[in-house]
């Protein structure tokens, strides 16, 4: 069974940093390009970051550019999310995906990606 399991999600004050992790089982996702989406209280499931197969490329939603890095360990089958200088608007439970199109692909939206985490709750207070 394919599963993607998110951890490292948590309680924060604005201006601090979190780590999030992505553990893959089932099957080997080094083909795959991974990423994160998010969805807040009340809000569409939007884009955060993805990144590619080798991890030479990635892509990053405005609001996190420069402050979020994505990255992969290949021969661990997980993905990171290092979010710095976190602020209230972050505030959302984070997926894990992975999706065997292309990772600029991800940007578009949620729609079609193969795989999905249960998502961790990021809670970031002012």
């Known amino acids: 069974q394919v599963q993607l399991v998110e951890s490292g999600g948590g309680l924060v004050q604005a201006g601090d940093s979190l780590r999030l992790s992505c553990a893959a089982s089932?099957?080997?996702?080094?083909?795959?390009?991974k990423g994160w989406f998010r969805q807040a209280p009340g809000k569409e499931r939007e884009f955060v970051a993805a990144i590619s197969t080798s991890g030479a490329i990635t892509y990053y939603a405005d609001p996190v550019k420069g402050r979020f890095t994505i990255s992969r360990d290949n021969a661990e089958n997980t993905v990171y999310l290092q979010m710095d200088s976190l602020k209230p608007e972050d505030t959302a439970v984070y997926y894990c995906?992975?999706?065997?199109?292309?990772?600029?692909?991800?940007?578009?939206?949620?729609?079609?990606?193969?795989?999905w985490g249960k998502g961790t709750l990021v809670t970031v207070s002012s």
């Open positions: 089932g099957r080997t996702f080094s083909n795959y390009a």
């Open positions: 995906v992975a999706d065997r199109s292309s990772s600029s692909s991800m940007t578009q939206g949620p729609t079609g990606i193969d795989y």
